[in-house]
């Protein structure tokens, strides 16, 4: 008998050394997904609340992930093809958010914040076109000193630069590439200030064991 209470004794440990090693839970900030009113237990069971203008004058509606990614660029009327990007961005992260694990550490802050922002790698923002020399070792406030950034909300830094402003969105956190250590998805919701042009982009970001930000994969 001694042997069986020793062998359940064993056992609890292991869970719960199992479970520490995973103990900081991944999350989604779900005020943050337009038109989301069911988040579920899967990407399959994400349902939205959300329409469109379609090009043939018609409303093109979306009531799950499946639907945005069934639709094509030319079905939404171009002025609100932006938005369509943006339900793209949102359920990708959701995809993202329901394949990642929980991490056992990290390195991020509790929150984002203007300091943060300013310190993101020089190639956190949208790559516009043209040419694109941004150095991979400097920081948003060494390539663009004038940038201003600004805690306009929980999770939501404003970064002003000369004819862009960029809000960036903390969507998720948790172990994206599985390595154990805990990583944030960012929502960089852009707009040119000095001509038409705005859209949405993803990047997914860490923070090493030096305290440098690094970018995961941009999407």
């Known amino acids: 008998m001694r042997c069986i209470f020793s062998l359940v004794a064993t056992v609890l440990l292991l869970s719960c050394a199992a479970e520490e090693e995973n103990s900081i839970e991944k999350s989604i900030s779900t005020d943050q997904i337009t038109g989301l009113t069911n988040l579920g237990n899967s990407y399959q069971d994400v349902q939205l609340e959300y329409a469109l203008d379609g090009r043939d004058g018609n409303l093109v509606k979306f009531s799950s992930c499946r639907d945005v990614d069934k639709t094509a660029d030319d079905a939404i ?3 609100q093809y932006p938005l369509l990007t943006m339900l793209r961005a949102n359920c990708k992260a959701l995809e993202l958010y329901f394949n990642a694990q929980n991490a056992s550490k990290s390195h991020l802050p509790e929150k984002i ?47 002003q630069f000369d004819d862009l402003d960029i809000n960036y969105i903390a969507l998720a956190r948790g172990d994206f590439d599985r390595d154990g250590v805990e990583d944030m998805l960012l929502r960089l919701d852009w707009q040119v200030t000095s001509a038409f042009g705005n859209g949405f982009d993803l990047l997914l970001v860490g923070v090493n064991a030096k305290h440098n930000i690094v970018i995961l994969e941009s999407k």
């Open 113 to 159: 914040t203007s300091d943060f922002v300013r310190n993101l790698p020089a190639s956190a923002t949208p790559n516009l076109g043209g040419d694109r020399d941004i150095s991979v070792d400097k920081t948003l406030a060494e390539t663009f000193p004038k940038i201003k950034a600004t805690e306009i909300g929980t999770g939501n830094v404003q970064a």
């Open 77 to 79: 009327r171009e002025d």
